[in-house]
């Protein structure tokens, strides 16, 4: 039991290019979250999903698209990369809204 | 629009109490949700308060007062691993099914 895994871990990218980043759960929970953690701001939801097929948008949503093809996949995909968006990023999971369960993260760099 | 304030940090030694408090304001109210998280690492949930009073698991128990629109979580017997920031979180009707979370309290504890 993996419980949440991210890939990749660390990432490098130059502005303007694109990426995918994967969060994976074998929890089978419906719930699945993308945050971003900045130094001083807390987690913020970027995007969230309540199941399979299903995605909505959070308090910072601009420049991400995510999808959720299956329901232990959840996948965030920046189009084109800006050095605002250099960040640590959380995949989370949960059943219970109120008791998440996250993934170690991915440490991303725009330059 | 929902806000939550919760001291940005406290100090605190080996084997002393320390309460981090958290004050919200929401659209709706579900609960509150306190997490942990070690320095680079990813947070994890500790304890959920749906109804007034305290709940208690272990050294960390946590406490609600709708009425103030307050909570706090109290850490007892504190240890040097009890270093960490100190999220709390709440869902609001206008973030959907997801939950919004504080900007953290960094709790420093020495010997």
């Known amino acids: 039991n993996a419980g949440v895994t991210q890939t990749p871990k660390f990432r490098v990218l130059k502005t303007g290019q694109s990426m995918t980043l994967l969060c994976a759960q074998d929890m089978n929970h419906e719930y699945m979250y993308w945050y971003r953690q900045d130094p001083g701001m807390g987690l913020r939801l970027i995007h969230y999903s309540v199941g399979e097929g299903t995605t909505a948008k959070g308090e910072v949503p601009d420049g991400y698209n995510v999808s959720r093809l299956k329901k232990q996949n959840f996948l965030l995909g920046l189009e084109s990369a800006a050095p605002s968006q250099t960040s640590v990023y959380f995949c989370a999971s949960s059943v219970r809204l109120h008791e998440q369960y996250f993934g170690p993260g991915t440490r991303l760099t725009v330059t | 629009g929902q806000s939550l304030e919760q001291p940005s940090e406290v100090t605190a030694v080996e084997g002393a109490i320390v309460q981090i408090n958290c004050t919200y304001q929401?659209?709706?109210?579900?609960?509150l949700s306190w997490y942990q998280q070690h320095d680079g690492g990813a947070p994890t949930f500790l304890s959920y308060n749906a109804l007034d009073g305290l709940e208690e698991t272990g050294r960390f128990s946590s406490f609600l007062s709708r009425s103030d629109s307050y909570g706090y979580l109290l850490l007892q017997e504190l240890q040097m691993k009890d270093s960490a920031s100190y999220f709390c979180?709440?869902?609001?009707?206008?973030?959907?099914?997801?939950?919004?979370f504080g900007k953290g309290t960094t709790l420093s504890v020495s010997s």
């Open positions: 929401t659209s709706g109210f579900y609960g």
């Open positions: 979180a709440v869902r609001d009707n206008a973030a959907g099914t997801a939950l919004i």
